[in-house]
């Protein structure tokens, strides 16, 4: 088997990045413009790194190219090389002058909606010059990003990492989820309400591929009730409060989210197996940045400061 040894070879750093392009613009010719390359040229050096691989990384098609197995495998290795290429960047630059810096943060949907903010408040109040960009996704979505180096750090639930040794999780919280409405709503007056009590209201409910929706299946399987016939299904926190506090309509929130709204409050229905741990998730042999440091002491602190 031929056997590469891409230290000794002629692979650059521009090979890496025109690969990473193809593979995201999904055609040589995308991949130019977008490097400001001609198509020439692009074509040229792609047939570079595959004489120097000994290994065809994309196959050709009329609507552009798809990696092959190999061309995975290189794109997913040259996405984190560029990544920490990128942050030894950013760090160097922090080190130089350390008023300023830039802290990119994943955020999950309805993941961190009271403790992030009041965290980025507190640290833009202490270091103005430092740049906070929060990007929200799905989990599936941030583990490669921070795994390539494209984040510095997820907020949100946390969710087992057995899988992704790569990982490690900070705990900075755990709270139940709560039943909520609007101030006002007639359910608040019930007395020694039961789950069964509510079901005659619209209720907001998270989508299937949620961690939220499938516990909170579980307690409808387990007193033997079905889901509400009347509802709608979202993730967006902004979303489901205008709903709660325009109609009589019940969701499950995070009792953090709850308490801090003023225009709802809890119901006297419990979920008593329903909680949520909260926390960051890093890259556990990555040595955070100055910035993502002082976001992470931010994070805790506002946790000491809403007990």
């Known amino acids: 088997m031929h056997m590469v040894n891409l230290l000794n070879r002629r692979l650059k750093l521009r090979h890496l990045v025109l690969v990473v392009a193809i593979a995201e613009q999904g055609s040589v010719l995308r991949a130019a413009e977008h490097l400001h390359l001609g198509q020439p040229a692009a074509t040229r050096a792609l047939r570079e790194v595959e004489q ?36 030894a960047e950013a760090r160097i630059k922090e080190l130089a002058d350390g008023e300023v810096g830039t802290v990119t943060v994943g955020t999950l949907m309805a993941g961190s909606n009271v403790l992030l903010p009041r965290a980025i408040s ?67 007056h019930f007395t020694n309400a039961t789950l069964v009590d509510l079901l ?13 929706r499938s516990e909170l299946e579980l307690v409808f399987r387990t007193l033997g009730l079905t889901l509400p016939v009347n509802r709608v299904e979202c993730t967006s926190i902004l979303t489901m409060r205008a709903l709660l506090c325009d109609n009589d309509m019940v969701a499950a929130m995070p009792d ?52």
């Open 122 to 188: 507190a640290l833009k109040a202490q270091r103005p010059g430092v740049t906070v960009v929060v990007e929200e996704a799905t989990l599936d979505a941030q583990v490669p990003r921070l795994i390539a180096g494209e984040i510095d750090m997820i907020v949100g639930r946390l969710k087992p990492i057995e899988a992704e040794p790569a990982l490690r999780q900070i705990t900075l919280y755990s709270e139940p989820v709560r039943l909520v409405a609007r101030i006002g709503h007639p359910a608040h």
């Open 52 to 87: 120097i691989l000994a290994v065809p990384l994309f196959v050709r098609g009329p609507r552009g190219v798809t990696p092959t197995m190999f061309g995975e495998a290189f794109v997913e290795h040259a996405r984190r090389v560029l990544g920490e290429l990128h942050r």
């Open 200 to 212: 005659s209201f619209p209720w907001v409910f998270p989508l299937k591929q949620t961690d939220l």
């Open 256 to 307: 953090l989210v709850a308490r801090t709204d003023p225009n709802l409050a809890s119901l006297p229905v419990n979920l008593p197996s329903v909680r949520r741990s909260v926390g960051v998730t890093l890259l556990a042999q990555r040595p955070a940045t100055p910035s993502a440091r002082l976001m992470l002491e931010h994070l805790q602190a506002q946790v000491v400061e809403s007990d």
